[in-house]
């Protein structure tokens, strides 16, 4: 089903299968559309398990020969501050899962250099993001976004100094709790894309899903609240055991 919240669009699906099958036809159809307008796709990537069989799915049999890959670059929306070869790498998960299997340049692939200390690595990046849209206010066509359990989305944690940044660009989070450093698009960064999607699967991630979507505003205990673009598409793809705990859908 499909539900149209104030400035959201939720896609509700019965599957985790029906879930990742209908973002994969979006993310074709604004790959297809940019490069049809523009020449190009600018699309920032999420890290974790979901993600992953999403990047698995658009490089099968059924959906490679969908897009154009030599017209589309690749960027993060976070990074761990892990080198690009540890099993925790977002870079290392995206190259085995889509960039490989499709054969992606590696010129058309920008990801954090994790080489630099971390202040650095982020601004290293912005740097890259900056130069990549020719001094242009940085407008990514897509940014795949997943949540974490704890309402976090990207590397933007609850109860972080990330989460209060006015400035679109890329900053280093140190996360207490883990004693470890994230590499992430800040929030206005999101924000300013031309499309947002999240992807949220299972029973496990409905009470975040709820907050987020549901509960007053308090980007302290729920980052992803913070996502909200201003003149772009924010779209959440969530299948039924995600959306359980809203209200608005299950009435």
Do not use: C
Request: zero cysteines; a negative charge; proline letters at 6%.
């Amino acid at each position: 089903m499909e539900k149209n919240k104030p400035g959201i669009k939720l896609n509700v699906f019965t599957t985790p299968d029906e879930v990742l099958q209908h973002l994969a036809d979006y993310f074709v159809y604004l790959a297809n559309q940019n490069i049809e307008v523009r020449g190009r796709f600018a699309v920032a990537l999420s890290g974790g398990n979901s993600p992953k069989k999403l990047y698995e799915l658009l490089a099968s049999d059924a959906y490679k020969g969908q897009v154009d890959w030599d017209k589309v670059d690749f960027f993060f929306g976070d990074e761990r501050y892990v080198p690009q070869t540890a099993p925790e790498s977002n870079y290392l998960m995206a190259k085995l899962a889509l960039f490989e299997p499709l054969q992606i340049p590696s010129t058309h692939v920008f990801a954090v250099d994790t080489e630099l200390e971390p202040a650095q690595a982020a601004l290293a990046y912005a740097t890259n993001i900056q130069s990549y849209f020719n001094g242009l206010p940085a407008r990514f066509d897509l940014v795949l976004l997943g949540l974490g359990d704890n309402a976090h989305t990207a590397s933007l944690f609850p109860h972080t100094p990330v989460l209060h940044e006015q400035a679109s660009t890329v900053k280093e989070a140190f996360l207490p709790e883990q004693q470890v450093y994230r590499i992430t698009l800040t929030a206005p960064l999101i924000n300013q894309a031309q499309a947002v999607a999240f992807l949220v699967y299972g029973q496990d991630k409905a009470l975040a899903v709820q907050q987020i979507l549901e509960a007053d505003r308090d980007i302290e205990q729920y980052p992803a609240q913070l996502i909200a673009p201003k003149e772009g598409d924010l779209q959440w793809f969530l299948d039924s055991a995600a959306a359980s705990e809203l209200s608005e859908v299950m009435s």
